[in-house]
């Protein structure tokens, strides 16, 4: 199974400054058609998962552009620019490249 | 629009079973397959396996073979998730979701306990 690492567990951040979380594979997910499928989802407080980053680096659709995704075939950041307290919950990495799909444990945003 | 309305939450003693449903509106039921993900309270998000919702062909993951089944009401647009013989560690909320090329659309989840 692939596993994903997230660091840190948790991050408290003042509004407006800058959070990076990282997600490390213990596979490349570059797939043989050129896509690296790892996403980045935020857990709202008392909801579903909702997705931020698809194939590593894009936005989806209606995410503020302060969401940002990076990476290489193993090792990801996400990066969120000018912290907004609507940011608060636990961000998660997923790999759908193969069976059986994974997440990382979490990462869990606070506000100072 | 898209929609994944999942049934109410359950209270279950051990050894029992417990069906949980999730209903898709705002598109072809059929042309995504639908997948299921476990919570445990506190923790983080487990892949449980998936239906396909053309077939009814079901794959679980290594932790849920045996006691999980998936299924479908395919006239009604309709993926099922029943456990059974409960033990205290499915005490969780139940997700499912729809896989396009990731899961872009979840149900609300469904919180089961299992308690005596």
């Known amino acids: 199974d692939i596993v994903l690492t997230q660091a840190p567990l948790s991050v408290s951040v003042t509004p407006g400054e800058s959070a990076s979380i990282s997600c490390r594979s213990s596979?490349?997910?570059?797939?043989?058609?050129?896509?690296?499928?790892l996403y980045w989802y935020l857990q709202k407080p008392g909801k579903s998962p909702q997705l931020l980053i698809y194939?590593?680096?894009n936005l989806a659709s209606g995410v503020p552009d302060r969401f940002s995704g990076s990476g290489s075939e193993t090792d990801f950041t996400l990066k969120i620019s000018k912290v907004e307290t609507e940011d608060v919950g636990v961000y998660y990495c997923a790999q759908f490249l193969e069976y059986p799909f994974t997440f990382g444990s979490g990462t869990k945003l606070e506000i100072k | 629009q898209i929609q994944l309305v999942q049934s109410g939450p359950e209270l279950k003693k051990p050894g029992e079973s417990v069906k949980i449903s999730c209903k898709a509106s705002g598109y072809t039921f059929t042309d995504y397959a639908m997948h299921w993900v476990k919570q445990a309270p506190g923790k983080g998000l487990k892949w449980m396996g998936w239906i396909n919702t053309y077939t009814g062909k079901p794959t679980y993951a290594d932790d849920f073979k045996g006691r999980f089944v998936f299924s479908l009401e395919a006239s009604a647009s309709t993926a099922n998730l029943q456990i059974s013989n409960l033990k205290n560690e499915d005490t969780a909320t139940y997700f499912c979701?729809?896989?396009?090329?990731?899961?872009?659309?979840w149900g609300q989840g469904v919180m089961v306990t299992v308690s005596s």
């Open positions: 194939r590593m680096s």
């Open positions: 596979k490349s997910l570059l797939s043989s058609k050129g896509i690296t499928s």
């Open positions: 979701a729809r896989r396009a090329a990731w899961f872009d659309y």
